[in-house]
RNA sequence: UGGGGCGUAGCCAAGUGGUAAGGCAUCGGGUUUUGAUCCCGUGUACCGCAGGUUCGAAUCCUGCCGCCCCAGCCA
């Protein structure tokens, strides 16, 4: 990193601990718990604590922050490391779980106990909550919280060998029932129950709390930094601080590792709550986990997004304290940008309407070439057969057009791209009167790439020649709610977006008979698009719009429409 | 009404006592066989508010206001 480039307050921070010599190497961790799919808040994290080690030279763990088995299952497991993966980030042989620290743990448990720092409760859950006391009360101290450490070291080993039922007891930190810091009021440390655990099988029947395991794990593993934020993979910011740190204070690792939090990141239109998330899929609002409109990982990979994208959208976030809600156009923006450069041109017709010229002869295909990009001459041309009848873009006629519509309308001109000017004749109606069908006539001296050819029109549209072209079920996505921050609201429903999903059967030109999994093209003035991972087949095609092109066009025709009703 | 955190333009965000960077969006204009891309231009930000300290304050002090989080044997 350069003298001049900014840094974030926690670059600033691990900048600043290897100047001084603190530290020599940056040890950071992403510690998800695998209880559901990551999503685009996750991403930051991930970009986050993957990317300031590999800037320094350092390494990352990946944990699995797996101390509450019931929850948890191999699934997200197989999830989470597909998608930090598939993020480019790569954990090496730093694969670890909270569960390979339950022996460690359970020692430390004992060893707090003897310190007369832990003591066994046993009181219910509901009397723990009464003796907890309120925001503006202190709580109460439970009657069992005398115990002599004798007495609590032998519960504590007859909890761990299966002596109790759940909940019959809990081990708890002695700390302060009158903290103002709701965290410090004699938090639980372990509880029981009677599950296996996706990673411990069944040896254990007690299971350490988040914030009695995070800490000490970070201390296992000598993370120097241990970076956190609300509700994704860890904590509730600094509230947590005084007992991550308690806990190191009284059990003195080897290891002193620090703990800094970050504010997490909202994105407009979307959720990210487990809870909402979880109610999308279960109601079947969406197909799934990896359904293309999901904020998850799963589903923005399948939906096309580009990594190079997220990786700049997070970027472009920034890392601060401040709570967050960022627009779905700067996402948006990152995608086109990303894929502009990147992703080869095609033609595609996503509602057909047909133009038959009357004057080209029958029977006869002429082969155009295409450039793949126009910024881009390295990444070559392709050809497309034209021929007497083509598919043209319903959008793209218009009978009563507006004066600055420099599409095709009747009497007008356009340039079919890559191909001839042509000029509507007659518009074919069926009995409903419907417009099923333009009789044009093309100039012949106006084909592209010839010496003649250079006469002006002011529109171009894209276009399919019938004959060849490849069917194709087209899904156009759009965002999930309507709802600037659905977060924030309690019930969904309302806030959904009915017209998230459109399906359309287009035409493709020949050449997107190769389209690939995993590759994304530009179709020309719509998008961009890709072939659905799990349901595309050369055989049927299914393919995923990724995001629209900008449309100055549609602002203003909704603009236009704005002002109509304003007048109305 | 307890504790913690945060308030700089529509959305992000630099800035750490010397007179408000940058990105995205917006709005103009130019180029263009994608109304895309690209290029150029475009912002009087009461720096949450009010006082104070200072030659000088977004930066320091005091008070206030607003938003977020915390009362799981979840993470």
Redesign the pocket.
């Known amino acids: 990193m350069s003298e001049t480039e900014?840094r974030?307050?926690i670059r600033q921070i691990i900048h600043d601990d290897l100047e001084s010599g603190k530290h020599s190497e940056i040890v950071t961790r992403f510690p998800p718990?695998p209880n559901g799919y990551l999503h685009i808040g996750h991403v930051m994290s991930i970009c986050l604590n993957f990317g300031v080690a590999a800037e320094t030279g350092g390494r990352t763990f990946l944990r699995l922050?797996d101390?509450?088995p019931g929850?948890e299952s191999k699934e997200y497991v197989d999830a989470i490391k597909r998608d930090v993966h598939w993020l480019g980030f790569d954990w090496q042989d730093r694969l670890t779980h909270a569960s390979d620290y339950f022996g460690q743990l359970y020692e430390s448990a004992c060893r707090l106990i003897e310190m007369g720092g832990a003591y066994v409760d046993s009181?219910?859950?509901d009397e723990?909550?009464e003796h907890?006391g309120?925001?503006?009360e202190p709580g109460r101290n439970s009657p069992y919280r005398d115990r002599s450490v004798e007495e609590n070291l032998d519960l504590f080993r007859r909890m761990r060998a299966g002596e109790f039922g759940?909940?019959e007891h809990?081990l708890r930190a002695r700390i302060d029932m009158s903290s103002?810091?709701?965290?410090m009021r004699d938090?639980?440390l372990y509880?029981?129950r009677h599950i296996p655990h996706q990673n411990a099988g069944d040896e254990w029947c007690i299971?350490p709390?988040?914030d009695f395991a995070h800490g000490l794990s970070d201390a296992y593993e000598h993370i120097t930094h241990s970076l956190c934020t609300?509700?994704l993979?860890?904590?509730?910011?600094?509230?947590?601080r005084p007992l991550y740190d308690w806990f190191l204070d009284q059990l003195k690792p080897e290891y002193r590792p620090r703990q800094i939090e970050f504010s997490r990141l909202n994105l407009a239109y979307a959720v990210t709550s487990k809870r909402k998330l979880n109610t999308l899929v279960d109601e079947g609002i969406v197909s799934g986990w990896d359904d293309p409109r999901m904020p998850t990982i799963a589903g923005m990979r399948r939906r096309g997004y580009p990594v190079a994208a997220l990786r700049e959208f997070v970027t472009?976030?920034?890392v601060?304290?401040?709570?967050?809600?960022?627009?779905m156009?700067?996402l948006e923006?990152c995608i086109?940008?990303t894929l502009?450069e990147q992703a080869e041109?095609r033609m595609a017709v996503l509602r057909p309407l047909k133009v038959v010229l009357t004057n080209y002869p029958e029977n006869t295909v002429e082969m155009m070439e295409a450039m793949n990009h126009?910024?881009r001459p390295e990444l070559g041309t392709r050809e497309m057969p034209f021929s007497r009848e083509l598919w043209i873009e319903q959008d793209d006629f218009m009978e009563d057009a507006p004066r600055?519509?420099?599409?095709l309308k009747p009497g007008g001109e356009v340039?079919l791209?890559?191909g001839y000017i042509i000029r509507c004749d007659e518009v074919v109606r069926n009995t409903a009167g419907d417009v099923v069908e333009l009789r044009c006539s093309y100039d012949p001296d106006t084909r592209?790439?010839t010496a003649s050819?250079d006469r002006k029109v002011k529109?171009?549209i894209h276009w399919v020649s019938c004959e060849h072209a490849i069917d194709a079920r087209v899904r156009l996505y759009d965002r999930l709610f309507n709802e600037a921050n659905p977060n924030a609201v309690d019930d969904i429903h309302g806030a959904l977006n009915p017209e998230s999903l459109e399906i359309v059967d287009g035409k493709l030109e020949p050449a997107l008979a190769e389209l690939s999994a995993g590759q994304a093209v530009?179709f020309?003035?719509l998008g961009y698009f890709c072939a659905d991972e799990k349901e595309d087949s050369a055989a049927a095609r299914v393919i995923n719009r990724i995001v629209t092109?900008?449309?100055?066009?549609a602002?203003l025709e909704k603009q236009a429409m704005q002002q109509q009703n304003q007048v109305v």
């Open positions: 900014k974030d307050f718990e922050d101390t509450n929850k009181l219910s859950a723990i909550r907890r309120t925001l503006t759940d909940g809990v103002p810091n709701m965290n938090p639980a509880r029981i299971y709390m988040y609300h509700s993979c860890t904590l509730e910011f600094e509230d947590h472009r976030a920034g601060t304290k401040k709570d967050k809600l960022i627009e156009g700067v923006n086109r940008e502009g041109r126009p910024g600055k519509f420099f599409r340039r791209r890559f592209s790439g050819s529109g171009t530009q020309e003035r092109l900008r449309d100055s066009w602002k």
